[in-house]
DNA sequence: CCTTATTGTCTATATTTAAGACAATAAATT
DNA sequence: AATTTATTGTCTTAAATATAGACAATAAGG
């Protein structure tokens, strides 16, 4: 039994629910995804995903997860939807993992109960993660061969149907990210309103005016002013912000 | 085989997964919801529920589910959130059921696999439907000792977190209304101004002022206006109207 | 024909959003 | 030390939208 505990179906997680999460991460005016690369033979990039244990509050599974990737504890974390197309299924991949990397697979694909267990039909929730990508070391998995941030406008084709999930997870962020007031959950700690600016840019893909821009930030009475921030440029030194109620 | 078809645990469902609709109808002022009363001793009220088969998408689901309490097919309907903590489990209810009607369901106290199914921890996805409540019949389940419409402010108290989950649906409606533009799939065909007024004080429990409102509705150029509407009263008779993209 | 209750729409006012303008300023340059 | 440059912070103005007030139109009833 303990040689065998580091098979999914033997680790007491609930069958074909799985969740998957969207980490989004900002820098260089652009809006990244956190993607592993899988360590196998072919170009296999899949979204940091895992299972809910039986005794496991799905909210909490999705915190371990990110946890794992991240080491980080504390983030912003929100479902967004559920996946569940009956030919949702990791079918059509494995078996092209499997004819790529007949070595390290052809146990997988004689213990039939694992084959079995993993190639089911899978409901997946999915969730999004916004994370201060300046102080988070992604952490490679046992299954990764790499994992890296991606801009948003050059992800890799990933498996299944996780492009559309990234797709629907940034259609979600855009909608919620006034209402739930998330946005600086992606700044580090302080940070100058141009930057505050620059993020909105970079998730609506569209500019900003600056004047009004600040304007409708300070009435949101969030922000804390801090001492100024002099650069060394040969101009007027901005403000430094702290979010108040992280 | 066959005389235990109609027990959950063989009938090819994914187990540990559930859907619940909170299925919303508009009558009298009043925001309604659909709940049937379980065929059984004790009073346990229910949201219309349901599992998923195994080749079955989980949108298909929750249409089946639906269609079966309400004879429709064509709704508006859609997911609002999951639900998952580790403690979601019917296991207490069923054990008060049991013991209420230990004649009905001694069987199933016996049957073990049949009992381990069902009070295993459930993870479930809440859907929410809008529906026109004067052309609908609530039909009757197997299961059911009766299923009518309760305004939404005297609700009975439901089953597990299912009070909870309507809750959550009507905050979702609330967000959703302007947006989605979605309040018309509660009134029939056709409609006057005042009655889609009251509609949205009813769904936000608040009034709007009459002369802005039909004003804001209108602006949305998604109603078409038809003849008057002649109902006997001593007054100017108000249009009707009917909506365009149904 | 007058009254009543309601409807449709207009006008006026307040509020919010968007656009334009400009002084303040940190450092480099003269 | 004065001048220049590239921003920044904020004010003013203009446009759009939301809210409130007003009133004529009208379908029956008396």
Redesign the interface.
Known sequence: MSQNLHYPSEQGY????SIDCVIFGYRDRQLHVLVPKLNFNGEFWALPSGF?????????AATRILQDRTGLADVYLD?F??F???ARTNLSFLEKLIALNPDKLGEGINNRKEYEWIT??F?T?GYYALVDMNKLVPKQNELDQSIDWYPIKDLPVLILDHNEMIATALETLRENLDRKLIAFNLLPETFTMKEVQELYEAIFDRPFARNNFQKKILDLNVLERLDKKFTGAANKAPYLYRFLNR
Do not use: H, P
């Open positions: 609930i069958a074909q629910l809910v244990y039986n005794d496991e509050d799905v909210d909490a479902q939807r559920v569940g197309k009956a089911r039909r409901v929730i």
